[in-house]
């Protein structure tokens, strides 16, 4: 069963916007991982998150993690129509077998100019 | 990060056949995997590839089903078998080093239509 729940399912904002995503869990994590997936192409990763960090930037990308709620969020800043895509949360627990993956059902960002 | 090659990139199979998805790493990894992403939905783990052995498969997946080889540390290949309209979805293989907290790289994914 997917351990990872996203909302919103769908989000459309204008370009130069915040984009906000979140992302729960139900188990204790080692990791949580963001990618994002370009209509049907495979998956670009984005940030990976370890269990005893909170917060962490890359670019236009902020992550937070907190373990005590077990929901992370990803904020987009300053939003391009580039962005447009569907974005994931993955899960990598011991209890499932360190690298294992579980994903989330995503959610479709749309970026209108 | 690896760079993942998979073949094909798409395909359209007439139900009953079989197909056998490659996936190329161009440097030595520890972990390989393959994933299931049926339309419209989120990401599935169908097993993991073990380098000289049998893979590891996921509930819910069989080994008669999709067959995986896993020949050395840069290269495996799914076979999706006796393929029915159900099994339209897209594979990915991805990679990732032997350490707990190190990132999961994807291939592009193959696109399979089952007519």
């Known amino acids: 069963s997917q351990q990872g729940e996203e909302d919103p399912q769908a989000l459309s904002i204008q370009e130069g916007e915040n984009a906000t995503m979140n992302c729960s869990y139900k188990?204790?994590?080692?990791?949580l991982q963001w990618y994002r997936q370009n209509s049907g192409r495979g998956l670009v990763h984005l940030i990976l998150?370890?269990?005893?960090?909170r917060e962490k930037h890359s670019g236009r990308l902020r992550v937070t993690l907190d373990t005590s709620k077990k929901s992370s969020s990803l904020l987009i800043t300053a939003s391009r129509a580039a962005d447009t895509a569907s974005y994931f949360c993955?899960?990598?627990?011991?209890?499932?077998?360190?690298?294992?993956?579980?994903f989330g059902q995503g959610t479709r960002l749309t970026i209108n100019p | 990060s690896a760079v993942i090659s998979q073949k094909p990139s798409r395909d359209i199979c007439q139900r009953g056949t079989s197909l056998t998805i490659q996936c190329q790493v161009d440097?030595?990894?520890?972990?390989m995997f393959w994933y299931r992403q049926q339309p419209g939905q989120s990401l599935t783990l169908i097993a993991t590839?073990?380098?000289?052995?049998?893979?590891?498969?996921e509930s819910g997946f069989v080994i008669d089903k999709f067959p995986i080889s896993r020949p050395n540390l840069t290269f495996s290949t799914l076979t999706v078998s006796n393929m029915s309209p159900e099994d339209s979805s897209i594979y990915l293989c991805?990679?990732?080093?032997?350490?707990?907290?190190?990132?999961?790289?994807f291939g592009d994914g193959t696109r399979l239509s089952i007519l």
């Open positions: 188990t204790s994590i080692n990791n």
């Open positions: 590839a073990n380098q000289g052995s049998e893979a590891t498969y």
């Open positions: 440097s030595q990894v520890t972990m």
């Open positions: 991805s990679v990732a080093g032997g350490s707990s907290n190190q990132p999961q790289h």
């Open positions: 993955a899960t990598a627990s011991l209890a499932a077998g360190a690298q294992k993956l579980v």
């Open positions: 998150i370890r269990s005893n960090e």
